[in-house]
C-alpha cells in the first residue's frame, strides 16, 4: 500500500491535489454508493460507504478523473505516456514528479520480474505487439518473428541512472499484467486521503477491497461447463486485500480449431499452457496483479512455492486438468469454501 506521502507525490504527478481530510470525517448513516467507467480496456466499478447526504458521485468521478490521469503516464496505448517515450528517447528524466510516479511502478514491476524468476517480465512490449496484432488478425506468429520478438525482450533492459531511467534494448515496458491493480491501490489511496475508508475497485479480473466490512469473494470456474456451478470457491475478507485473477478463458481466438489467448509467457513467447487460471491474494493489489500474472505460467508446484514464500501472500491455482492448488494462506480466510480439488 501507498503511504500517504507517497499518495501527494503521485497525486501532484496526475495535475490533482491530495487534500487529506481527517480519518473519522462523517457520523450520519453509511450507504453504498457505487459507480462504473471504461478505463484501461475495460469497465472499472468502484462502492464506496459515504453518508446518505455525502456527494459521492462527484467524489468518484474525480477519482476516475484522477485514475485517468495517471494511466495516461505509463500505457502503451498512450502515444505521449513515459513508457513510450523511455521506449522512443531510451532515456528518461526521473527528477519531476510525473518521473518519480513512472519510477514507482517500473520499480515494483522489475521486483516481481526478479522475485518470480523472469516469469513476470514488464519489459516484453514486443512480444504483446506481436501477438496483439495476431489476435486482430485470428492468425498466429510466424516462428521467426517469435524468434526475433522473443531475443527483443531477453536483450532489454533498463538501469536507473542519477536523475534518469535508461532503456538497453528494443522491448519497452508492458504494463498490462500489473497496470491494473496499480490504478486499483491508488483509487484506494485517493478515497483513505479525503476520509472514505470503506469500499471496493474491481478492475476486470483485478478486485482491492479496503476497510473492516466482510467482503465475500467468489472465484470464477475457469471451465464452468465441465463442473456444477460456475463459482469454482469463495471466501470472506475484513482487511485491506487485492485480489487478482489470470485466466485462459478471456481474449481468445481460434487458429486451425486451435484455442490461442493473450497471456503470453515471457519465457518461451508462446500462449502460457501449465495453468487455467490463477488468483493471487495480496494486501497490494499491485502486487497481486503481477503475481497472478507469473504464477500462470508456472507449474502449479512451483506457483505455490513462490506465493508461500511472500508474506501476507496467499493463492487458488486451476491447473490444466482442472484441479484445484490452494496455498496455506487460503485456509486461514474466513468462510473458505472451494467446490472441488485439492481439500483444505
Not at 308 to 321: G, H, K, L, T
Request: contains cysteine.
Amino acid at each position: 500500500m501507498l503511504s500517504r506521502r507517497n499518495f501527494i507525490q503521485l497525486a501532484a504527478a496526475c495535475g490533482l491535489t491530495a487534500t487529506l481530510f481527517p480519518r473519522q470525517l462523517f457520523a450520519s448513516e453509511m450507504i453504498w454508493v457505487e459507480r462504473a467507467r471504461p478505463l484501461m480496456g475495460t469497465i472499472v466499478a468502484v462502492a464506496i460507504k459515504v453518508p446518505s447526504d455525502f456527494d459521492a458521485q462527484s467524489l468518484i468521478n474525480q477519482a476516475f478523473d484522477y485514475a485517468q490521469s495517471a494511466i495516461k503516464l505509463f500505457s502503451d496505448w498512450e502515444v505521449s505516456s513515459l513508457a513510450n517515450q523511455l521506449r522512443t528517447e531510451k532515456d528518461l528524466p526521473i527528477g519531476n514528479d510525473r518521473g518519480r510516479f513512472f519510477q514507482t511502478l517500473v520499480g515494483q514491476a522489475l521486483a516481481v520480474g526478479k522475485l518470480s524468476q523472469g516469469f513476470y517480465q514488464p519489459l516484453s512490449i514486443e512480444l504483446t505487439e506481436l501477438w496483439r496484432q495476431a489476435r486482430n488478425d485470428s492468425s498466429i506468429p510466424t516462428k521467426l518473428d517469435l524468434k526475433f520478438a522473443l531475443k527483443a525482450v531477453q536483450d532489454s533492459k533498463v538501469q536507473l541512472n542519477p536523475g534518469k531511467l535508461v532503456l538497453q534494448g528494443s522491448s519497452g515496458f508492458d504494463f498490462n499484467g500489473i497496470g491494473k491493480g496499480f490504478v486499483a491501490d491508488l483509487l484506494e489511496e485517493f478515497f483513505r486521503s479525503r476520509g472514505i475508508n470503506t469500499g471496493r475497485i474491481a478492475c476486470s479480473g483485478d478486485l482491492k477491497c479496503f476497510g473492516t466490512e466482510n467482503f465475500l469473494i467468489e472465484i470464477e470456474d475457469p471451465r464452468p461447463q465441465h463442473s456444477a456451478s460456475e463459482i469454482l470457491g469463495s471466501f470472506q475478507v475484513n482487511q485491506p486485500m487485492g485480489i487478482a485473477t489470470s485466466g485462459d478463458y478471456r481474449n481468445c481466438w481460434k487458429v486451425n480449431q486451435r484455442s490461442y489467448h493473450h497471456l503470453i509467457n515471457p519465457l518461451t513467447g508462446l500462449p502460457g499452457r501449465e495453468c487455467m487460471q490463477a488468483t493471487v491474494l495480496h494486501p497490494s493489489a499491485t502486487l497481486a496483479d503481477a503475481l497472478s500474472t507469473a504464477v500462470f505460467f508456472m507449474s502449479p508446484n512451483a506457483g505455490v512455492r513462490l506465493i508461500e514464500s511472500i508474506p501476507q501472500a496467499a493463492a487458488v491455482i486451476v491447473d490444466r486438468s482442472h484441479k484445484v492448488h490452494a496455498t496455506k494462506g487460503i485456509s486461514k480466510l474466513n468462510g473458505t469454501r472451494l467446490l472441488h480439488g485439492n481439500s483444505i
